[in-house]
C-alpha cells in the first residue's frame, strides 16, 4: 500500500525518536498555551485535567500518520475531524480556521527546532520536505489556506507569532497543571528546555529563563544516549505512568 510519508524521509526519522517527540511537544506546550484560541481546549476540560495524556494522545496521532498507509492517514484524519466537531457542537461555535494552521504549524516549527536541537539545522530539500507533508496533513483534516512551499509557510508563521499570542488566565492554568503533573523538578527542567526552544519572543511571553543551561547541554545529549545511558535518563526525566508511552514512540527507520 502506498505510504503517506515516503519511507526513510526527514519526517520519518524526526518522528520516529522519542527524544526528538518529546522536544517537538515540549516546544509546542508553551507557544500553544500563548494561543488566542486556547479556551477551545478547555471545553471538554481534558487538556488542563490531564495535560501529558493529552500530549502522548497527540503524539500518538501524528506519529501513526508519519508512519502510515494513505488509506489509515485518511482514516487517522477523519477521527481528528469527529473530535473537533464534537467540541464545537460543544462550545457552539466553529474553531477559527487560523487556530488550526497555528497548531499545524507548531508541529512543523518544533520538529525542525528539536532536531537542531540534538543534531543539525535541516537542508533546504528538507525543510521543503517537512512542509509538503505536514501541509498534506492540513488539506487532511481541511484546514483552508495553507502556503504552498516552505517559505510560504515560514513567512505565516512568523505573522502568527506576531498576531496570536498573549499570556492569558488560561495560559497561567495550563502551566499550573503542568507543574501539578511533573512535579518541581520535572517543571523546572521543562521550563529550561523550552526556553532553549522557542522563539525570544515566547520565550518572554513566558517568563522562561533568559539563559537556559538546557541550550548548552541538548547538543550533548546524542553522546549520552550513545553510551547506552538513554533508558536511564529517560526514567529520571519522564513521570513512571508515562514511560511506557513515551518508549512507544520509537519506530526504527532505514
Excluded: C, K
Excluded at 20 to 43: I, K, M, Q, S, T
Excluded at 92 to 119: K, N, T
Excluded at 165 to 180: I, N
Excluded at 242 to 254: F, M, T
Aim: without cysteine; aromatic residues 10%; proline residues 6%.
Amino acid at each position: 500500500m502506498e505510504p503517506f510519508v515516503r519511507h526513510g524521509s526527514i519526517v520519518q526519522r524526526i518522528w520516529g525518536d522519542s527524544d526528538l517527540v518529546l522536544l517537538v511537544f515540549a516546544g509546542a506546550a508553551a507557544e500553544f498555551a500563548l494561543n488566542r484560541a486556547v479556551d477551545w481546549l478547555f471545553v471538554t476540560g481534558a487538556l488542563p485535567r490531564d495535560p501529558l495524556g493529552r500530549l502522548f494522545s497527540t503524539a500518538g496521532y501524528a506519529q501513526h500518520i508519519a508512519f502510515a498507509d494513505v488509506a489509515s492517514a485518511q482514516s487517522t484524519f477523519a477521527r481528528i475531524r469527529a473530535a473537533h466537531e464534537a467540541v464545537e457542537r460543544q462550545r457552539g461555535g466553529r474553531i477559527p480556521a487560523w487556530a488550526h494552521r497555528d497548531v499545524l504549524y507548531l508541529l512543523v516549527a518544533y520538529s525542525e527546532r528539536s532536531f537542531r536541537a540534538l543534531d543539525r539545522p535541516l537542508e533546504a530539500a528538507e525543510q521543503e520536505e517537512l512542509w509538503a507533508v505536514f501541509r498534506r496533513v492540513g488539506e487532511g483534516l481541511g484546514i483552508p489556506e495553507l502556503p504552498e512551499g516552505y517559505a510560504g509557510w515560514r513567512a505565516d508563521r512568523e505573522r502568527h507569532l506576531t498576531e496570536d499570542l498573549a499570556f492569558s488566565d488560561h495560559t497561567a492554568q495550563l502551566y499550573a497543571s503542568y507543574r501539578r503533573h511533573l512535579g518541581p523538578w520535572r517543571y523546572a527542567l521543562l521550563r529550561q528546555v523550552q526556553a532553549a526552544l522557542v522563539p525570544e519572543s515566547v520565550r518572554r511571553l513566558l517568563s522562561l529563563p533568559e539563559r537556559a543551561w538546557a541550550r548548552t547541554l541538548l547538543p550533548l545529549y546524542p553522546a549520552v544516549a550513545s553510551l547506552g545511558l538513554r533508558r536511564l535518563v529517560q526514567r529520571a526525566l519522564v513521570p513512571p505512568e508515562h514511560l511506557a508511552a513515551v518508549r512507544r514512540l520509537d519506530q526504527p527507520v532505514a
